[in-house]
């Protein structure tokens, strides 16, 4: 999991550890983490210093990959949540601003498919967490709309690449867990089922795409019909 430490990404991997040896990965160090100590108690957990940031992240992945498969480690899936939420509406865009956007949403993404693409078992399934934002963009977050957007392509472009060994498949998520100061009930009473989600839907939809052989190169949308509402 690339950024599996905080948020959404922690709890999937609580749940994902029940039964799975995880690969984590942060922008962060890890040392003294107690969470992560917990975490791996039994089935196991190996973690990375994944930032992207980084100018070399590139090389760094791939040499932590191949560290890994040196070591006897086999990557059976993988699910890419980094990202973050910046607001940014129109008349805010700077060169600077933009750039970052992009490094963190369409850069690090596309980095992190090509590193991990030749080290994924054959049957793996690869999952991106992409953004109802897809369907219907956020006008004060244009830029980070318009990333996510640009993930689908990679989603349709590596289901195509990486056939028939491996499945690739992207999630577009509404609210599951709200940005701090925001209003739950209000962002509920946006979608058509008025609830927010929650990190068991990603953890069951995630499973699914895991567990279902003729899936690939699909958009699956979790977001109680926001978009349509
Ligand atoms: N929360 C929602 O309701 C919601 C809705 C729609 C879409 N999503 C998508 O779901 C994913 C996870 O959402 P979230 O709310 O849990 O997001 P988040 O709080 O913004 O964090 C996502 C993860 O990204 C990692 N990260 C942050 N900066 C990084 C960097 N420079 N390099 C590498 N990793 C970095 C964080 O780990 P470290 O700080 O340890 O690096 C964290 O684990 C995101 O892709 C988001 O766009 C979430």
Same mark, same amino acid.
């Given at each position: 999991? @690339?950024?599996?430490?905080?948020?959404?990404?922690?709890?999937?991997?609580?749940?994902?550890?029940?039964? !799975?040896?995880?690969?984590?990965?942060?922008?962060?160090?890890?040392?003294?983490?107690?969470?992560?100590?917990?975490?791996?108690?039994?089935?196991?957990?190996?973690?990375?210093?994944?930032?992207?940031?980084?100018?070399?992240?590139?090389?760094?992945?791939?040499?932590?990959?191949?560290?890994?498969?040196?070591?006897?480690?086999?990557?059976?899936?993988?699910?890419?949540?980094?990202?973050? +939420?910046?607001?940014?509406?129109?008349?805010?865009?700077?060169?600077?601003?933009?750039?970052?956007?992009?490094?963190?949403?369409?850069? +690090?993404? +596309?980095?992190?498919?090509?590193?991990?693409?030749?080290?994924?078992?054959?049957?793996?399934?690869?999952? +991106?967490?992409?953004?109802?934002?897809?369907?219907?963009?956020?006008?004060?977050?244009?830029?980070?709309?318009?990333?996510?957007?640009?993930?689908?392509?990679? %989603?349709?472009?590596?289901?195509?690449?990486?056939?028939?060994?491996?499945? %690739?498949?992207?999630?577009?998520?509404?609210?599951?867990?709200?940005?701090?100061?925001?209003?739950?009930? @209000?962002?509920?009473?946006?979608?058509?089922?008025?609830?927010?989600?929650?990190?068991?839907?990603?953890?069951?939809?995630?499973?699914?795409?895991?567990?279902?052989? !003729?899936?690939?190169?699909?958009?699956?949308?979790?977001?109680?019909?926001?978009?349509?509402?």
């Amino acid at each position: 999991m @690339v950024g599996g430490r905080r948020r959404l990404g922690a709890a999937l991997a609580e749940d994902l550890a029940q039964d !799975h040896a995880l690969v984590l990965t942060s922008s962060r160090s890890w040392e003294g983490d107690t969470w992560l100590e917990g975490l791996g108690k039994t089935t196991g957990v190996e973690a990375l210093e994944w930032d992207a940031r980084d100018p070399r992240m590139g090389s760094r992945m791939m040499a932590d990959l191949e560290d890994l498969e040196r070591r006897g480690m086999g990557l059976s899936g993988a699910i890419l949540m980094a990202g973050d +939420f910046p607001e940014m509406p129109l008349g805010t865009w700077s060169e600077g601003d933009l750039e970052s956007v992009w490094r963190m949403h369409l850069t +690090f993404p +596309f980095l992190v498919a090509q590193a991990l693409a030749s080290h994924l078992a054959p049957g793996s399934c690869l999952q +991106f967490i992409l953004d109802a934002a897809i369907h219907k963009p956020l006008l004060k977050r244009l830029p980070y709309s318009a990333a996510k957007l640009g993930q689908t392509a990679l %989603v349709h472009g590596l289901a195509r690449a990486l056939a028939p060994d491996i499945r %690739v498949v992207g999630h577009a998520l509404g609210t599951l867990m709200p940005d701090e100061g925001s209003d739950p009930a @209000v962002l509920a009473s946006r979608s058509l089922l008025q609830r927010n989600g929650s990190a068991q839907d990603l953890a069951r939809a995630v499973r699914y795409a895991a567990d279902s052989p !003729h899936l690939t190169g699909e958009i699956l949308t979790l977001d109680g019909g926001w978009r349509l509402a």
